[in-house]
């Protein structure tokens, strides 16, 4: 499965675009897909996207099962950190519950 970002923009930002692609993601995953995190032509993500988008994928998968199921294929060192933090605020979150 191929996840091209830059349908939605250049410049990723809210939690409802972020659901959306959460849910491509997440259809993937329960479909045993290998998928490719394409961000070509995307140039930056919010905090909220990257959090609606990837962390909370956590609610339903552990990061193993995340991370063995896809690929980021050209994320900006700043999009890759991004990404990284909102996983690691989301777990963090998550712990303190």
Not at 59 to 67: A, E, Q, S, W
């Amino acid at each position: 499965m191929h996840i091209r970002f830059s349908t939605l923009g250049k410049h990723l930002s809210t939690r409802r675009d972020g659901a959306v692609m959460r849910e491509k993601i997440a259809r993937g995953i329960e479909e045993k897909q290998w998928i490719e995190l394409d961000f070509d032509g995307v140039e930056v993500i919010s905090n909220s996207f990257a959090d609606e988008c990837f962390a909370k994928l956590m609610f339903d998968y552990d990061l193993p099962t995340v991370k063995s199921s896809t690929t980021f294929k050209n994320a900006s060192p700043f999009i890759k950190a991004v990404i990284a933090n909102s996983f690691k605020e989301r777990l963090h979150t998550m712990h303190m519950a």
